[in-house]
């Protein structure tokens, strides 16, 4: 689904222009004139929303920023224009929670660029999840919702929500890299800034202690992520018969 853009901006000649490329580019794409009525607005709409707001004492001050990073929902932009904002302002809005920021002289196919490019890191978090994830060989199936792994001859193994979710995750992209930012944004959403990389690599010993002869199917793809690969094992024939 493609996304709907909302701006509150001081420049109407700016807003005109961005609406009309993003319309051309079939963008939905809403402007508000002020931050009220943008924040009457995202308390009914859905997540898959990117938010551009910009810093400005007309507009939105360092103080009503805070304010909207509390009610954020999908993705949000701080915009820097005329009026001058000091790096140590900008860097705090990031770690608070803004997902980015540009500066409103950044050309229109650069921010649809920019935005397209948050998809494809995201796009885990926007697609609906269904409930039940299983590997290639069926040797082993993720409960989302119950919350357990079905292990095919050993039953069910119980799992919290955060190893359920990470676990569904990793399964659900068998056989490819799930970088370790698509992990943390999907599973702790707005407070993945906060999270120390330690905690995932935590969870991650935990899931394999409990996959127990399974624990090599996750691998540690250094630098980047992780992976569920099913390890395939050859069969081989002995004068007792054929054991694996």
Not at 9 to 29: H, M
Not at 116 to 144: G, H, S
Not at 182 to 188: A, G, H, M, V
Not at 189 to 194: C, D, L, T
Request: proline share 2%; charged share 30%; hydrophobic share 40%.
């Amino acid at each position: 689904m493609m996304p709907i853009i909302y701006s509150v901006l001081s420049d109407n000649i700016l807003t005109k222009k961005w609406q009309e490329f993003f319309a051309a580019e079939n963008f939905k794409f809403k402007t508000f004139k002020n931050l009220l009525r943008y924040e009457e607005e995202i308390e009914i709409c859905q997540n898959n929303i990117f938010s551009i707001i910009e810093i400005h004492p007309e507009i939105c001050s360092y103080e009503k920023a805070e304010d909207c990073l509390r009610r954020k929902k999908g993705v949000l932009f701080f915009a820097v224009g005329s009026i001058p904002v000091n790096d140590s302002m900008i860097a705090d809005l990031l770690l608070k929670g803004a997902d980015d920021y540009i500066i409103l002289t950044i050309a229109p196919r650069v921010l649809a660029a920019k935005i397209f490019a948050y998809i494809r890191r995201i796009k885990l978090q926007l697609i609906p999840m269904e409930e039940i994830a299983r590997t290639c060989d069926r040797k082993l199936e993720v409960n989302l919702k119950e919350m357990f792994v079905a292990v095919k001859h050993k039953g069910k193994i119980k799992l919290t929500k955060k190893e359920a979710a990470i676990l569904y995750l990793l399964v659900s992209n068998e056989n490819k890299i799930v970088n370790r930012e698509s992990i943390l944004r999907t599973i702790w959403k707005e407070k993945a800034e906060r999270i120390n990389s330690q905690t995932l690599d935590k969870y991650i010993e935990f899931i394999r202690k409990k996959l127990d002869s399974l624990c090599g199917n996750i691998k540690t793809i250094y630098g980047r992520g992780y992976m569920y690969k099913s390890e395939i094992v050859n069969s081989k024939v002995t004068k007792w018969g054929t054991r694996k």
